[in-house]
């Protein structure tokens, strides 16, 4: 017959099998459920699709240029000229898009013209009759222009178009400033008209 020391270990013992046996079982009938509960499902599916809208603007002047030596001849002291261009909005995009006019020149004779552009209906490219001005974008130096509104950023005559195709006129004017510096200078440039959603 064992000692009370030895009973009190044996009896000691037992119950801890036991419970690792009830607790192993537990988990194994947990698993168990979880798996045929698996076995159920149901979903439901939410499809969609997206389209990407575009912006962009073409002008009026079939790849002309707007001011050239070439079809104006040489410009002399005091001498004014004026085009006009229209600018069409056909982008697909309308709501938070903006169209802005930005420029670029060099040479010496761009500190000596002094250039006017102004917004408005009517005319078209090489031609300002019919052209109605509604408001002036801009009055200084075709350089100084160049340097305020060089970029989209800073571009000027921002207009949101509320249709498309939107049209807007353009004329500018230059003016050769009498100055001994103006003479036997010359300048090239462009203006940008740019789109931005």
Known sequence: MPD???RASARGFWP??????????LACGSLVWHTTGAAFSGSTPATGSW??????????????????????????SGQTRSRCITVTYTGSLVSGTQVRLYASA??????????????????????CSGF????????????????????????????SPTATPASRSYR??????????????????????????
């Open 132 to 159: 109605t001005a509604t408001s002036t974008l801009y009055s200084g130096t075709l350089a100084a222009f160049a340097t305020a509104a060089a970029s989209f950023a800073t571009g000027v005559g921002a207009w």
């Open 4 to 6: 009370a020391a030895a």
């Open 172 to 197: 500018f004017t230059i003016t050769v400033r009498s100055t001994p510096a103006a003479q036997n200078a010359s300048a090239s440039g462009s203006f940008t008209w740019e789109a931005r959603s």
């Open 106 to 127: 060099g040479g010496a004779l761009a500190d000596q013209l002094d250039l006017t552009v102004a917004e408005g209906t009517g005319g078209a490219f090489g031609d």
């Open 16 to 25: 801890a099998v036991g419970g690792g046996a009830l607790i192993g079982a």
């Open 51 to 76: 389209s990407a809208g575009t912006v962009s603007v073409t002008d009026d002047d079939h790849g002309q240029a707007t001011f050239s030596t070439g079809s104006d001849g040489l410009l002399a």
